[in-house]
């Protein structure tokens, strides 16, 4: 467990006390979700966690975000990062309009899961 305040209804631990550990580390891949994703980018409700999760991004060198269909067009309290920090968008069920043109346009890896 990284060092920091552990928040209960996150389940995780957050602060500058875990932003500074996970900097020492460096990663192939980096797997988060998010409060929400739209046009703009990925979003967070907690900005402790977004601040986590950038962090991570930072010390990844392939992002990959895991995102379900209620969280499409959702913008929450903090982005974390724009669409074109993201390599691969993992999501349970198809998507259209500006979000999907938006995905396209960063040339983000588009997957769709099945049951």
């Excluded at 500058?16 to 409700?45: N, P, Q």
């Excluded at 900005?47 to 990959?64: G, S, T, Y």
């Excluded at 982005?79 to 259209?96: F, K």
Aim: with cysteine; hydrophobic share 35%; glycine share 10%.
């Amino acid at each position: 467990l990284c060092p920091g305040e552990y928040s209960h209804e996150q389940g995780g631990v957050a602060g500058s006390d875990t932003t500074e550990f996970l900097k020492r580390f460096h990663a192939d891949k980096v797997v988060l979700s998010g409060g929400g994703i739209t046009e703009d980018g990925l979003y967070e409700f907690d900005p402790n966690f977004a601040w986590i999760k950038r962090v991570m991004l930072d010390c990844a060198q392939e992002h990959i975000v895991i995102i379900d269909h209620s969280k499409y067009g959702q913008k929450v309290m903090d982005r974390v990062c724009p669409l074109s920090a993201i390599d691969h968008i993992v999501v349970d069920r198809s998507l259209d309009g500006p979000l999907l043109q938006s995905i396209n346009d960063a040339g983000i890896h588009l997957h769709i899961a099945r049951d």
